[in-house]
């Protein structure tokens, strides 16, 4: 909290308060290298165009809606409790307890209390349950099966995250390194922007690197993505880079909505340190003059300007955005440049 009150001082309950709510718009970007905007408009009624972005477009996001309160209770962990919110179904992972029986008409509740959706309870084969719900306290387009996700014609990505490729603008020729790319949706808008960039991206994980290459390949994007631990990239002999993006593992504390959060103050100092160590790997990386796009879905100092704030870098450009005020994830960019 004294992180939180560091940014907010007397407009912290604010801010508190604005987290608990989904944003009011429900965005999309449409991959041009697919199709067009119009013609992905035709198909999903509801979506209109952004005003600033001519790949986005948006659906607003309805609620809160009016839930029952019933004596038939399924508790559900944080995550699951922050999807069903805006409508998601129930499935097993996230179920921590059933209090009511198959075929009841039910409360979904998360662990610490708040009701986000009403729903019926339903046996899987196998003998799991899940809830179907029926009413949530915010709804909004569920996307997830639509044939424009599955073909690749549409991404579901945050205003404020399309903002990072924006402010990357890649140009014909550049060398890009994606430091974080997973799940991939800022690597793909890079690639949208301008193909003709040289673009590779990296994770750790193999099983991330997997599902990206299989989302790029459905959506046209011709990237190149390596699993390997991008705090130790000048090992691979990469050099003379022109841009790189870091977006790393950060508390998320801009996300919305949340039903609670928790962290410590060790938990800020931690993900300070292992943040910093991405930013020396690109300091090695790039070549003088090149620049670095750092961004998080956080609010902290300790996370943002004090990782920014390096003697081996300018600092062109630095961008928040805040719940309470953008109406938008609680969001930092920063855009430096290699001395």
Avoid: W
């Avoid at 004596?71 to 998601?88: C, Y």
């Avoid at 790319?181 to 991206?201: N, V």
């Avoid at 938990?267 to 998080?296: C, M, P, R």
């Amino acid at each position: 909290m004294e992180e939180l009150r560091k940014v907010y001082g007397r407009s912290l309950n604010s801010f508190l308060d604005s987290i608990k709510r989904p944003n009011s718009r429900l965005y999309v970007r449409v991959n041009t290298l697919k199709t067009t905007v119009d013609e992905v408009l035709q198909s999903m009624h509801g979506f209109k165009k952004d005003e600033d972005f001519p790949e986005a477009i948006y659906a607003e996001v309805k609620g809160p809606n009016k839930l029952e309160s019933l004596d038939s209770k399924v508790i559900v962990d944080k995550k699951t409790a922050e999807s069903v919110m805006l409508g998601a179904d129930v499935y097993p992972p996230g179920i921590k307890k059933i209090m009511a029986n198959e075929g009841n008409a039910v409360e979904v509740v998360s662990e610490n209390g708040i009701t986000v959706a009403n729903g019926e309870l339903v046996r899987l084969p196998g003998g799991k349950f899940m809830v179907k719900v029926y009413n949530s306290l915010y709804s909004s387009p569920k996307l997830a099966d639509t044939k424009e996700i599955k073909e690749g014609k549409i991404y579901v990505q945050g205003k404020a995250s399309m903002h990072v490729a924006r402010i990357i603008d890649p140009q014909p020729g550049e060398f890009i390194v994606d430091m974080t790319a997973a799940p991939g949706g800022k690597l793909s808008h890079i690639y949208q922007l301008e193909p003709r960039a040289r673009i590779i991206g990296f994770d750790h994980t193999y099983k991330k690197v997997e599902k990206m290459k299989q989302l790029f390949k459905k959506m046209n994007v011709n990237v190149q993505v390596f699993v390997h631990d991008s705090r130790y990239l000048s090992e691979l002999g990469i050099k003379d880079v022109d841009k790189v993006l870091i977006d790393p593992p950060c508390s998320a504390l801009g996300l919305r909505p949340k039903v609670y959060d928790k962290k410590t103050k060790t938990d800020l100092i931690n993900l300070h340190a292992y943040q910093k160590q991405f930013l020396n790997s690109a300091y090695e990386i790039l070549k003088k003059g090149g620049e670095v796009i750092y961004s998080t879905c956080t609010v902290t100092e300790i996370e943002n300007e004090e990782v920014v704030n390096d003697p081996r870098f300018d600092i062109e450009y630095m961008i928040r955005f805040h719940p309470q005020i953008h109406d938008m994830t609680g969001f930092f960019i920063a855009k430096l440049k290699k001395k």
